[in-house]
């Protein structure tokens, strides 16, 4: 077998040949016109960068019409070298560019904050940076995929960012509600990308009256979309039928019930994590005391406790924060109070956990039954 391996430095005399050939225009076989000039490249070159220059080679000629000489000269020389040297008044509508024709230039960075995580996401390869842009992304996303940085990122941004579990969420409606505000910013190229970005929302999350009213009205023309919404109707009226999804982590609300004294003791406030406001919601009568509390979905759980008579009770109800009425649930297997209550949640169902705590009457202040996680109740 002949074997022969090049040099080192075989590949980049290559293209610092191509790029000679750029400089001078030989045997260039694409040509970009803008106002007052002509741009010639090598079609396999720019192909390397971005598959955009193959799949919407015929609409770049509007899309470079947008930018100054010095842009475009420096986004096809780095397509070349990958180096750029331009301006720093230029820089912005430099990566502006770079980001319709979906070509990745890394940006320097020296600190993450809001005004710059979505660029920070796409542009760098620093890991710890990196880490930064996704918690600021995550924690933020209802505000930030409503401004301009989020609706000028590329498909594939776009779908990572959806895909994450993480997301700081009102409710699955918010994702959906961001792909549309990125299809329509620029509605004649994004539509193409509408099956893959609806792949990132939880359809099995949204309320059906959402799917039929808003998700099939906006996906009606992709073909693809309205197979994957059917489907999913269909699932939701087979009531055999259990989704495998798990929810995001929804950081929307905490309550505080109750407390010390008669003014507190029957009142409730509501902190919204995503507006980071507490909001106080109307006395409710709670006729215990020591219970424990757990927020789930619209509902805050009030779990045992003691009564006026200072025993421990076994009751649970529920508070709607929607009508405000409180309803019995299914009570406690024993009586407890001044215990700890946690909920997870598993799918559409939420389980809710009474661990440890006090059995006896309050003088005896006994050891009580302190077994790790003790029954609990399920709620849908």
Wanted: proline share 2%; hydrophobic share 40%; net charge negative.
């Amino acid at each position: 077998m002949f074997v022969v391996k090049a040099k080192s430095d075989f590949a980049v005399k290559r293209v610092e040949y191509l790029y000679e050939a750029f400089q001078q225009n030989i045997k260039c076989d694409t040509m970009f016109a803008v106002p007052g000039r002509e741009f010639y490249a090598h079609l396999v070159v720019l192909m390397a960068c971005s598959e955009i220059f193959m799949t919407k080679e015929n609409l770049l000629n509007d899309v470079f019409s947008d930018y100054d000489n010095e842009v475009i000269e420096a986004i096809l020389k780095y397509c070349y070298t990958g180096e750029i040297s331009i301006d720093e008044k230029h820089v912005e509508k430099l990566m502006e560019l770079a980001n319709r024709l979906e070509v990745k230039i890394p940006r320097q960075f020296k600190t993450v904050d809001l005004s710059n995580c979505l660029e920070v996401l796409k542009s760098t390869g620093d890991s710890e940076l990196l880490q930064k842009a996704m918690d600021l992304t995550m924690e933020n996303f209802e505000t930030l995929h409503k401004t301009q940085d989020f609706l000028n990122l590329p498909a594939s941004n776009v779908i990572e960012i959806l895909k994450w579990d993480d997301l700081f969420v009102r409710s699955e409606e918010s994702v959906f509600n961001a792909v549309t505000l990125w299809v329509n910013h620029d509605d004649a190229n994004r539509k193409n990308d509408l099956a893959q970005l609806l792949t990132s929302v939880r359809l099995s999350l949204l309320p059906l009256e959402f799917i039929v009213d808003e998700v099939m009205t906006f996906c009606h023309s992709c073909a693809e979309c309205m197979t994957t919404i059917r489907q999913e109707i269909k699932n939701k009226n087979d009531k055999s039928f259990a989704p495998i999804e798990t929810p995001r982590r929804k950081i929307q609300k905490m309550a505080l019930v109750g407390g010390s004294g008669i003014d507190l003791a029957n009142t409730i406030d509501i902190f919204d994590g995503l507006e980071k406001s507490w909001t106080l919601f109307k006395n409710i009568r709670i006729d215990k005391k020591r219970f424990a509390s757990v927020l789930v979905g619209d509902w805050i759980v009030i779990i045992g406790g003691k009564n006026s008579l200072n025993e421990s009770v076994t009751s649970v109800e529920y508070i709607d924060l929607k009508s405000g009425q409180k309803q019995p649930l299914k009570p406690l297997n024993q009586a407890r109070c001044i215990f700890s209550a946690v909920s997870l949640s598993r799918g559409s169902l939420t389980d809710v956990y009474a661990i440890g705590g006090f059995v006896m009457e309050q003088q005896d202040w006994g050891l009580g039954d302190h077994r790790s996680i003790v029954g609990g109740c399920l709620f849908p």
